[in-house]
């Protein structure tokens, strides 16, 4: 959530900034809101004021020589339309500084200065590239077809069991999938300096809104039914990050680096507005695995824990030696909560085409003070809200898909990357006949 006391100063300048998310601020509406608010507060003080000093008329009229009980009947009218009139001022100052968190809550984050203009993400900013794209001397299957080849990707029982964007896996290709969450958990906590945390599946309203996902995102939510107002979790962004919710570090507490969790949950999205795309295989389900990197760190920090955070990511990518590259999103295309943000899009020869497979975000204070996730200032002693950043570290489904189709040999054999065999039994490759 943006800070109201930044937006009260130059509510024309965030609407300025907020364009290049394509995002229209009402500052109209803010303005009159914030009106509303301060007068109904004024007009609360004021009565206050002269409620107490009716009450003091009490007892000059007690000293002029009249009982209690008739000093009390004659203040009493003025005092009940006083405590009416209060209540009434108090109760429009609530009202408009409700409507003020609304408005606040459904605002997007305001992009940093780095971020380049653009609508879509064909807009989007190349930063780098890494490795060299396969060349095949065969056409290259896409990863369902090699799936296929070897039985164990099936779409079809998943169809019978749930439905369509599931996908059930087995023998090796289950097996390297489990491989990969090991795999990316040991190197983020043994190489990277992250804690693991097992965390919870299903959050509450709290947290969703903690992070963003609520008000504005209900829709791509998978709500559980019952007498517990539960959510699954979209990522694992939500609930590791609200483990800071209402908290106040102690500055000592970050360390040299800030705070450091890395987490493997499914997620579950109901992609809604995304029918008609990738509605083959595993690049866009409704249930799907990530190992998620989350840091929280002084203000100060950020920047650098962005950077950070995203080496990690491109750690995993260059010891499975799959080729990406690395772009800035543009306006269009930056997330609700997110004021920079850097994709890494892995090269998937059977669509020709780089792939998203983690984005990496700086959020700023924006999911802190939503959350009431604080550090205390030394310099100040005071608690003021701390910097969140998050990211794939990877997306286990399309890190999956990277290495079957970036691995595959002639007729759909799959060489198992090296740095993966000591988690498969040694296993050296998936054949096509398995």
């Avoid at 004659?74 to 405590?83: P, Q, T």
């Avoid at 992250?194 to 959050?203: A, D, F, N, S």
Wanted: glycine fraction near 8%.
């Amino acid at each position: 959530m943006l800070d109201i006391k930044v937006v009260r100063e130059d509510p024309t300048a965030i609407a300025a900034a907020l364009k290049l998310k394509g995002y229209e601020f009402p500052v109209e509406d803010f303005l009159e809101l914030d009106a509303r608010r301060k007068q109904a507060d004024i007009r609360a003080q004021n009565l206050l004021a002269d409620r107490k000093s009716a009450s003091k008329k009490i007892g000059e009229l007690v000293g002029q020589g009249r009982s209690v009980d008739e000093a009390k009947a004659e203040v009493a009218g003025l005092l009940e339309k006083i405590s009416g009139d209060i209540t009434a001022a108090t109760e429009e100052a609530r009202q408009a500084q409700e409507a003020l968190q609304a408005m606040l809550l459904a605002t997007p984050n305001v992009p940093d200065a780095r971020v380049p203009a653009g609508a879509t993400e064909e807009d989007n900013h190349e930063v780098l590239t890494w490795g060299e794209p396969k060349t095949f001397d065969f056409k290259p299957l896409d990863h369902v077809d090699i799936g296929e080849l070897s039985g164990q990707l099936d779409a079809a029982t998943a169809g019978k069991i749930t439905g369509s964007r599931f996908t059930v896996m087995s023998g090796a290709i289950a097996r390297l999938h489990r491989a990969l969450v090991q795999f990316m958990l040991n190197e983020h906590t043994a190489v990277n300096g992250y804690t693991e945390v097992y965390v919870p599946y299903m959050v509450n309203r709290e947290s969703l809104v903690g992070t963003g996902q609520l008000p504005k995102f209900e829709e791509d939510l998978f709500r559980i039914q019952g007498d517990q107002d539960y959510y699954l979790i979209p990522t694992a962004e939500v609930p590791v990050t609200n483990i800071a919710r209402d908290r106040i570090f102690e500055d000592q507490e970050f360390g040299e680096l800030g705070i450091r969790y890395v987490a493997h949950t499914p997620c579950f999205r109901s992609e809604a507005g995304s029918y008609g795309r990738d509605t083959r295989g595993l690049i866009r389900q409704h249930q799907f695995e990530k190992v998620e990197l989350v840091q929280l760190v002084r203000p100060t920090q950020s920047d650098e824990a962005l950077e950070s955070l995203t080496a990690h990511a491109e750690h995993i990518l260059q010891l499975l030696m799959l080729p990406y590259r690395k772009v800035i999103l543009c306006g269009g295309d930056l997330g609700f909560g997110a004021q920079l943000t850097y994709d890494l899009e892995v090269w998937l020869p059977g669509q020709d085409a780089y792939r998203e497979i983690s984005s990496c975000s700086n959020y700023g204070a924006y999911q802190a003070r939503r959350m009431q996730a604080r550090w205390r200032n030394p310099a100040t002693g005071k608690p003021e809200p701390l910097h969140t950043i998050n990211g794939s570290g990877l997306a286990v489904g399309r890190t999956l898909v990277a290495i079957l189709e970036n691995y595959q040999e002639a007729g759909g054999d799959v060489v198992i990357p090296e740095v993966l065999r000591p988690y498969m039994q040694g296993l050296e490759r998936i054949s096509a006949g398995q």
